[in-house]
């Protein structure tokens, strides 16, 4: 009996391209002959454009063509990398154009220069001049939503993009309670940007009639629908290639510049166009993590269970929609499930568009945000009632049976306390609870920890669905297509590791075809929602099934007996529950009824799979820090994360996946912000000397435990895995904080700037 592939640590299927440097990126593919465009950004935060001069520009050698915000189409579309609705209720906001005459953050996009190089394409985009009238820029949500304030967009009063609240039982009734005790606190998480390593880029030209744009997305289907919808074409005139790619984190999970290429391509009659962003545009030209503040108050009980909660999210938008009130809706998701209220609970949410970077989604989706807030809060009550953080959280957590009454996921196992005890036990948690609890002296340490919760898939907010096509080929290897995109992650290779088990051949003879093409790969919404293992599994799982059952009946007439009776083993035909029994190889079938002159078959199949369901993930961090009090440094000293994401399907891609998303939690609370000059709003730290990201030397060893929980629901026991590391860190590491000073951050990261006065006012600095 062949050996399973699922549960075993198999190589990468792109790891050999990819160390050798083999694998084609988006630039690499592109001709070195291709026209450059370069884009003009504006020079104020909020105004508008009143005049371009192109003259001087488009006399320069070189220089092809100008095209400004007075020649686009007068079409708004939207840009995040959501399915479409049929429901308008259910759409991304449409706000912005190809390029934008009405600007709303210092570096809009007014302009673009077409030219034979670089160098013309600079040199132009320096002589362009430009008038504008320019308004008061508002940076801060809060001053944003003031009465008097310019809007950014019409039809918005207080620059409110959109607000909602939801009320769980009676909690005006439930705070009335004798003997509870109040507790309330702000806490504020910044905004911070993905800064994968390949930066976005495009290219787009016209064959046929159409026109086709070769992208680093995470999307294509989704951007191909943008696309056409941005240049107000049938979608079907449009094609999107994505091959391999350099990272995303949901940066890569919005149409950014493909529309506008593609629009570029179009005025100049078809020809080749390439838009390569530099690092300081993708800082305040793509996408960036919302900046959110949460009130919470909580009503507890002196033991410490809680009887009702109350949150007020605020989120930053920025300019434009692109993902929009999504993001805190999952803040209030979160905040609804993560704890158990025992009577009551309330949430209000507000996002609001300011003159910054435009928010999207970022690894997490509003959960890093949300937890950042919460996990605090319960150590700021745990501290108040004189309790052990970690059993507070044991009595008020999610408890297992829960079922959630819109989406109905069920909580169908005792994972968090599964995962609390691994960590519990890696970071000696008992004995260093009491090793630092009075401690002395300019360094001191201590430990903190977190919770984490993720809902897998975006069912029932959105669409979920996945398309997968298997070919089989005359040796036996089997090709396989998914939308669902490898964007770094291993995607790929956990898909070649379910086809084999699936279809009964060896892991070695399925190859994964990991460049989408939207005229080719069947369709599916792509990377995001750290969906790929649940609902393309899904996808999988049928398409397999339903290839095996076209092979076996064909395999039945030269075996003289009923496709009942036959199975698939490491590429065999076999009899059924006897796996050595080999009758014949599946390539020698696949040979002889492909070429056969009496019914000549080529096995293919593709199955499509609506998944109308998701799953909870669930985890806990911990974290070790030592401060530096007059420095206000705070050094790591140890971290880990333990997940259940159910099925590991294999362990060592899924503990890089947890090494990568820790990185982006240390980053997240100890380094990352971006900073705005508040009176012009233009970004000062749009590069990466000054955007200060963790590295390997701000990192100790990055632990990765797991508890194995399959998930009924998926096809494989999978659940998310993608984005949930990511999320513990920062909560984690500024408990860690608190128990070693006393002192406690309610804003990350945690730097020299945010602790100093703290522990100025707590008088640990003299």
């Known amino acids: 009996m062949a050996r399973k ?111 034979e190089d670089e160098v013309a394409a600079s040199r132009a985009l320096r002589a362009i001049e430009v008038q504008y009238e320019e308004y008061p820029a508002a940076t801060d949500p809060e001053e944003a939503m003031r009465d008097g304030v310019p809007l950014l967009h019409e039809g918005f009063p207080n620059n409110i993009l959109e607000r909602h609240s939801v009320l769980d039982g009676d909690f005006d009734e439930a705070t009335k309670e004798e003997g509870l005790i109040r507790v309330e606190g702000t806490y504020q998480t910044p905004t911070v940007q993905h800064c994968h390593i390949e930066l976005p880029t495009s290219y787009a030209y016209m064959e046929g009639g159409r026109v086709v744009v070769v992208s680093s997305t995470q999307i294509p289907h989704i951007v191909r629908r943008i696309v056409g919808q941005a240049l107000g074409i049938p979608w079907g005139m449009v094609r999107i290639i994505k091959p391999y790619i350099g990272g995303g984190f949901g940066n890569k999970q919005d149409a950014l510049y493909e529309p506008l290429n593609a629009w570029l391509s179009v005025q100049l009659g078809g020809r080749l166009v390439k838009l390569e962003l530099s690092r300081e545009e993708a800082f305040y030209g793509t996408r960036v993590r919302h900046a959110v503040k949460v009130h919470i108050t909580s009503y507890v009980r002196p033991d410490g269970r809680i009887v009702a909660r109350d949150a007020k999210f605020v989120s930053n938008q920025g300019a434009y929609g692109s993902h929009g009130h999504s993001i805190v809706s999952k803040c209030v998701t979160a905040f609804r499930q993560l704890y158990n209220d025992e009577r009551a609970k309330r949430a209000e949410a507000v996002t609001v568009y300011t003159n910054t970077a435009t928010s999207g989604a970022m690894r997490g989706y509003g959960t890093p ?25 044991r009595m008020n957590m999610m408890p297992v049976g829960y079922t959630d009454p819109f989406s109905k996921n069920v909580n169908w196992s005792d994972s968090f306390n599964q995962c609390i005890e691994k960590g519990r036990e890696y970071i000696g948690w008992d004995r260093k609870r009491e090793l630092y609890r009075n401690q002395s002296g300019p360094v001191r340490r201590g430990v903190g920890m977190s919770l984490l919760w993720y809902n897998t898939a975006v069912w029932p907010i959105s669409m979920e669905v996945s398309s997968c096509r298997m070919v089989l080929n005359q040796d036996g290897s089997v090709q ?78 030269r075996a003289d007996t009923g496709p009942d009776a036959l199975d698939i083993d490491d590429g065999f035909i076999v009899r059924k529950g006897e796996p050595g029994s080999a009758l014949f190889a599946l390539s020698e079938l696949a040979t002889d009824v492909l070429y056969s002159m009496e019914h000549s078959m080529h096995f293919t199949a593709e199955e499509t799979v609506q998944a109308k369901s998701n799953a909870y993930s669930f985890g806990a961090g911990f974290a070790e820090v030592e401060v530096d009090i007059p420095l206000a440094k705070v050094r790591l000293v140890d971290i880990v994360n333990v997940h259940d994401c159910g099925r590991l399907i294999n362990p060592q891609l899924a503990a890089a996946q947890v090494h990568g998303g820790m990185s982006m939690g240390i980053g997240y609370g100890l380094y990352e912000k971006m900073l705005y000059d508040p009176g012009t709003g233009k970004l000062l730290n749009d590069n990466l000397l000054d955007y200060k990201l963790s590295t390997i030397m701000d990192h100790p060893h990055l632990e990765a435990l797991f508890v194995e929980n399959p998930e009924p629901t998926s096809a494989f026991g999978t659940k998310a895995l993608g984005e949930p590391p990511t999320v513990p860190c920062a909560p984690a590491i500024r408990n860690a904080v608190f128990h070693a000073t006393g002192v406690a951050a309610n804003e990350n990261p945690l730097t020299p700037h945010v602790l100093f006065p703290l522990f100025k006012a707590a008088g640990l600095i003299g």
């Not at 995607?491 to 939207?518: I, K, R, Y």
């Open 5 to 115: 592939a699922i549960g075993r640590s198999v190589p990468r299927v792109d790891a050999y391209d990819k160390v050798t440097g083999r694998a084609k990126y988006t630039d690499d593919l592109a001709d070195r002959n291709a026209l450059i465009a370069k884009i003009l950004h504006s020079t104020i935060a909020n105004g508008l454009v009143t005049k371009i001069d192109t003259g001087r520009a488009e006399k320069l050698p070189g220089v092809v063509k100008i095209l400004t915000c007075f020649d686009v189409p007068d079409i708004e579309f939207p840009t995040a990398g959501h399915p479409w609705s049929t429901d308008p209720a259910h759409r991304d906001p449409t706000d912005r154009k190809l390029l934008n005459r009405r600007v709303r953050l210092y570096g809009d996009d007014i302009a673009a220069v077409v030219a």
């Open 369 to 393: 945000q949300s937890v950042f807030g919460m996990e605090c809060h319960a150590d700021d009550i745990a501290a108040r009632l004189g309790i052990d953080p970690m059993e507070f959280r």
């Open 480 to 557: 396989i297509q998914l939308g669902e995109t490898e964007i770094g992650q291993g995607a790929d290779t956990v898909f070649a590791q379910m086809t084999a088990d699936t279809l009964g051949v060896p892991f070695e003879s399925v190859h994964v075809v990991s460049t989408q093409d939207t005229d080719i790969t069947p369709f599916g919404t792509g990377a995001y929602g750290s969906r790929q293992t649940y609902v393309g599994g899904m996808a999988i799982k049928r398409t397999a099934e339903s290839l095996k059952g076209k092979i076996l009946r064909f395999a039945s007439e």
